[in-house]
């Protein structure tokens, strides 16, 4: 089945570089109308520039595509507000949302200042959910919607200096976890998607071997995918070099120890059972994970 946007509108944010201006052109590509958004600051968010998304909306148009500039920055929710209300003046609906707009400001925890990580959960948290927030009533009253944050491995599992920028990542995983079931009765459907691409933030970053494969085109599919009407809800894709995987928040099966005066030395010593990873499961929410804990309470008695 062929994946077709015509007639939606998108918007694409950070997308005047990297990963989000191929996003940008794919969805132009296929058929979608799309606001390219971008502050066009450098890779620490510092600066601005109206030509970095002119730039990618030139691309589109001489593609033979639509598409409009946006160079509000994501931490400002009134410009956000108003880049929602250009997208609706100009086409009259918003459809899909990429939001992937992002910084790095990368230090081990013992040297980040406070303000490079507030700055980062601005950029990525902030950010996602000021888009979402302006886009919410829209795709509500639509009936449709479509949401797609971009998470990272690094907030699913960690990378050495990036404790500002894993916490803001995974954080949107979280967004994503509860807007995915909130949307879910007028067909929002809310995705992360987790790229491992080449672009300006990751090319000293990433090994020689992986520069040749490792485009941003080969994760556009992977977006695609959660932006089309066909898209799943609540999947964390992770997208690189032509390879998809999906990631979850498990929980194991766990064990019975009570709350009694031994409890803490009992856990301790079925520390390894707790942790047992046969039989884990995804929750459907957060209190299915503690209907886990009642079932286990009912088998331990
Ligand atoms: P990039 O630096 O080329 O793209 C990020 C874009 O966001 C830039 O064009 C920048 O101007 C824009 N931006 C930054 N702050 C903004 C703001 N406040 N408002 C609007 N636009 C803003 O880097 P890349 O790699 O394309 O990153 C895209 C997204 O993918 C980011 O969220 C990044 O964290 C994420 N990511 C990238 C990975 C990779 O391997 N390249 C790995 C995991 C996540």
């Known amino acids: 089945m062929a994946l077709d946007f015509n007639g939606r509108v998108a918007i694409v944010t950070g997308a005047g570089g990297g990963l989000g201006r191929a996003h940008a052109l794919a969805l132009a590509a296929r058929g979608a109308r799309v606001v390219v958004n971008d502050l066009g600051g450098a890779v620490d968010g510092s600066g601005s520039s109206a030509t970095a998304a002119e730039r990618v909306v030139e691309?589109?148009?001489?593609?033979?595509?639509?598409?409009?500039?946006?160079?509000?920055?994501?931490?400002?929710?009134?410009?956000?507000q108003g880049m929602v209300q250009q997208?609706?003046?100009?086409?009259?609906?918003?459809?899909?949302?990429?939001?992937?707009a992002g910084i790095l400001r990368d230090k081990t925890f013992a040297k980040m200042d406070l303000a490079d990580f507030r700055q980062v959960l601005e950029v990525?948290?902030?950010?996602?959910v000021h888009c979402?927030?302006?886009?919410?009533?829209?795709?509500?009253?639509?009936?449709?919607?479509?949401?797609?944050?971009?998470?990272?491995?690094?907030?699913?599992y960690g990378n050495f200096g990036q404790t500002n920028y894993g916490a803001a990542k995974l954080a949107l995983v979280?967004?994503?976890?509860?807007?995915?079931?909130?949307?879910?009765?007028?067909?929002?459907?809310?995705n992360c998607l987790a790229p491992t691409a080449v672009t300006r933030m990751t090319e000293s970053l990433l090994p020689p071997d992986m520069l040749?494969?490792?485009?941003?085109?080969?994760v556009v599919p992977a977006m695609l995918v959660l932006a089309s009407d066909e898209a799943p809800t609540r999947t964390t894709l992770c997208a690189g070099g032509g390879s998809f995987e999906a990631a979850n928040i498990t929980l194991t099966h766990g064990a019975f120890i009570g709350?009694?005066?031994?409890?803490?030395?009992?856990?301790?010593?079925?520390?390894?059972?707790?942790?047992?990873?046969?039989g884990e499961m995804v929750p459907a929410n957060g209190s299915e994970q503690g209907t886990n804990e009642l079932r286990l309470l009912r088998e331990g008695r």
């Open 59 to 80: 691309e589109i148009r001489a593609a033979g595509g639509e598409a409009i500039a946006n160079a509000a920055s994501v931490t400002d929710f009134a410009a956000v």
């Open 87 to 100: 997208a609706i003046a100009t086409w009259g609906r918003v459809d899909v949302l990429v939001s992937n």
């Open 124 to 128: 990525h948290l902030m950010g996602a």
């Open 132 to 156: 979402c927030k302006a886009l919410w009533p829209i795709m509500n009253a639509q009936k449709y919607g479509r949401i797609v944050l971009t998470t990272s491995s690094s907030g699913l």
């Open 174 to 190: 979280g967004l994503m976890q509860t807007l995915a079931q909130e949307g879910a009765k007028n067909d929002i459907r809310v």
């Open 212 to 218: 040749q494969a490792f485009g941003p085109e080969a």
């Open 259 to 278: 709350a009694g005066a031994d409890a803490p030395e009992q856990w301790l010593a079925r520390l390894d059972a707790v942790r047992d990873r046969r």
